[in-house]
């Protein structure tokens, strides 16, 4: 077990990058944006979504290597694409250069939400696939953490180039996790659905499991392909049409939560509140820390109580939060209250939707066509946080901006779609807790 473990956790350090890379980025907004003084439009797309774009790109095509070359090999490859952006990015001397960086460490988490989800679930077993599979969400959240920790302690660095240290300081983890990448073994339900390569399987999963657990594994395999052999390998037909719905419609639902416009623009949304820049910066320590926290009990939940319980729990922790913060901002309360609200929301999300997505989507569909299942799952979910992302200094900027001040619709919107989120986890999700991937393949 011990193993096991310790392979989920390297794989899962791609998460680390992957938060790191997303949240780092809400501390230069401000510096970044006073020092190239750019419009609005062009301030969300080319320097606050670029990266996401670049995402939405890595998500679509990510199964291909991942199909191609391995779930192993696409990892070791993201681990350069995130020192390549951390470089480049903070020795951008323009707006463009610094766009294109960011873009490519964009693509490497566009990857990373494809490749580690799915090589942890095919490393593990029926039993333990849920836990260490949200290892993966776990390091996003510890990633945003350190992001957060990083970009306050880095304030006013060098003064107006702490911005560069903020975004350059992500290239140590991330030739350590490139190092660490090149040592985990194959899949070994890649090995077999794409290879045939049973004895390579077999010599892996010998060093995970018992005997007896090898050979069950090594059968349950060989039968899903048999049974699959005649099936249709397009990922868009009606063969799937469930796994394909089920993971658009959670992927959907993870971004309308509102959590990537409150973890990009934390300070600036706090300091709309009333909160000065540095206290803002700090205020978004707190909030990395309760998801990193929340995150945890997530983790510890998912393989006793479900995905389907933690969806539940946290839909309703979201329509409390998200209405509570609507109000604050309407009645203009006091920032104490609304940041308690921004942290119950946090915890909402940390141990519903975040724990659950990655491994719910690496669940579904079947080994045949899981890597280009995840790509639509994961893309789903980038897209969408783009156009987020995208459009927020459009509502936010205080001269042009929609709401300007006040952005108490934006969450009241947040709100009514987690409430259509609730009805569809208790009448519509699946329960997949438990379950071998073979048996859920006969089942979706």
Known sequence: MNRIFNIALTAALAGFLFGFDTVVISGANLPIKALWNTTPLFHGFFIMSMALWGTVLGSIFGGIPCDRFGRKNTLIGIGILYTLSAIGSAMATNPILFSAFRFIGGVGVGISSVAAPIYISEITSAQNRGKLGALYQFNIVFGILIAFLSNY???????????RWMLGVEALPAIIYTLLALKLPQSPRWLISKHNDIEGARTILGKLYDH?????????????????????????????????????????????????????????????????????????????????????????LIDRLGRRALLKIGSWGYIVSLGMVAYAFYASLSAGFLISFILLFIASHAMGQGAVIWVFISEIFPNKIRSYGQSWGASTHWVFAAIITLITPVFLDEESGIFGQNPWPIFAFFMIVMCVQLFWVIRIMPETKGISLEELEKQM
């Open 153 to 163: 302690l880095l304030k006013g660095f060098q003064g107006g180039e702490d911005w």
């Open 212 to 300: 007896q657990a090898v050979d069950t594994a090594i059968a349950g395999i060989q039968e899903e392909k048999e049974l699959s052999a005649n099936k249709k390998t397009k990922l868009f037909s009606s063969t799937y049409k469930k796994p394909l719905f089920l993971a658009f419609v959670i992927a959907f639902f993870n971004q309308l939560s509102g959590i990537n416009f409150v973890l990009y623009y934390a300070p600036e949304i706090l300091q709309k509140a009333g909160l000065a820049s540095s206290e803002s910066l700090f205020s978004s320590i707190s909030i990395g820390l309760v998801n990193l926290v929340f995150t945890y009990v997530g983790v510890r």
